[in-house]
């Protein structure tokens, strides 16, 4: 099985250039979903194939995955990958679509997107790769940017709260709402399958650092501990717990909510 899924894999690859920053968790994030897919074909016994899945993306870090990962899609516009993915599914019910999407690019300009995702309620998987920072554009402050933050933008520090995504996801009547740890290549393929499965709108905020622009935000890994639940209340109090603005406290990582 493990040869199987591993030559899946390298199919899953390309010949491109990897231009990450060495080190950058976006590599874990790219594994993770090579990963996933490898093991849905295995798992599916030939009814699943690689050409049943497509991605799009939005700009940014996050979306050079569109340059690693062999599988159709589009390389999208800034903050729209989750009309992309939404038209891609219309066109081809049967594919499985995975849309790609930053902090900065979902949470700001698609923001409208995002809240309207959940009612629309379309049969995709959004993956945001949450690293604070809006970092391709070298680290001007996202909605879920911690207070204080300096950047070239905000050289007094970000004076704003940020947003909490599990919040809204919630409030917007999310139906698979989850957060993953990049760091976690294991736990985060768990996550993500459980994702591609759900019928329905899917949503995995994955936690990233970036190692160039928000440091003060890397690994909270000692943060973190493992959730699963069924429970809207109990929810409501999962997403509580972490503010995105503190380096204390618990971060749940896992399903947060499944209807
Ligand atoms: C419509 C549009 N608005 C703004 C930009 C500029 N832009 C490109 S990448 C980027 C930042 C991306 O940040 P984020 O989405 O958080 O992804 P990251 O680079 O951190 O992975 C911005 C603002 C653009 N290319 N197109
Ligand atoms: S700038 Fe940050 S997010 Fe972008 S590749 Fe480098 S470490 Fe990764």
Redesign the pocket.
């Known amino acids: 099985m493990a040869n199987t899924i591993d030559s899946i894999k390298q199919k899953l690859g390309t010949k491109e250039t990897i231009t990450w920053c060495p080190g950058c968790p ?1 590599f874990l994030i790219l594994e993770s979903v090579k990963r996933t897919i490898a093991e849905l074909i295995e798992e599916s016994k030939g009814k699943i194939k690689q050409e049943d899945f497509a991605m799009s993306t ?6 050079k995955i569109f340059d690693y990962l062999d599988i159709s899609g589009i390389y999208g ?3 729209r990958t989750i009309s992309f993915a939404e038209g891609i599914k219309l066109g081809n019910e049967k594919l499985n679509v995975l849309a790609f ?6 949470y700001a ?1 698609g923001m409208e997107h995002f809240i309207h995702a959940f009612r629309h309620n379309e049969d995709i998987t959004l993956i945001v ?1 949450d ?1 604070q ?5 070298t680290g ?1 402050p ?1 909605p879920t940017t911690q207070q204080g933050y300096k950047s070239k933008a905000t050289p007094q520090g970000e004076k704003e709260k940020p947003l909490n995504p599990i919040k809204l996801a919630l409030a917007a009547g999310g139906k698979f709402i989850a957060r993953a740890n990049a760091r976690n290549i294991t736990q985060t393929t768990e996550i993500l399958k459980k994702a591609i499965k759900h019928k329905g709108f899917s949503y995995v905020e994955i936690v990233q650092d ?1 190692l160039i622009f928000n440091k003060e935000m890397d690994n909270k890994d000692s943060m973190m501990y493992s959730v699963e639940n069924k429970d809207k209340a109990k929810a409501e109090k999962l997403a509580e717990e972490w503010d995105y603005n503190s380096k204390k406290g618990k971060i749940p990582i896992g399903i947060i909510y499944e209807e």
């Open positions: 976006n939005g700009i940014g870090c996050h979306a516009l800034h903050g999407a930053g902090d900065g690019d979902t300009e790769h690293n920072s809006f970092s391709l554009t001007q996202t970036c």
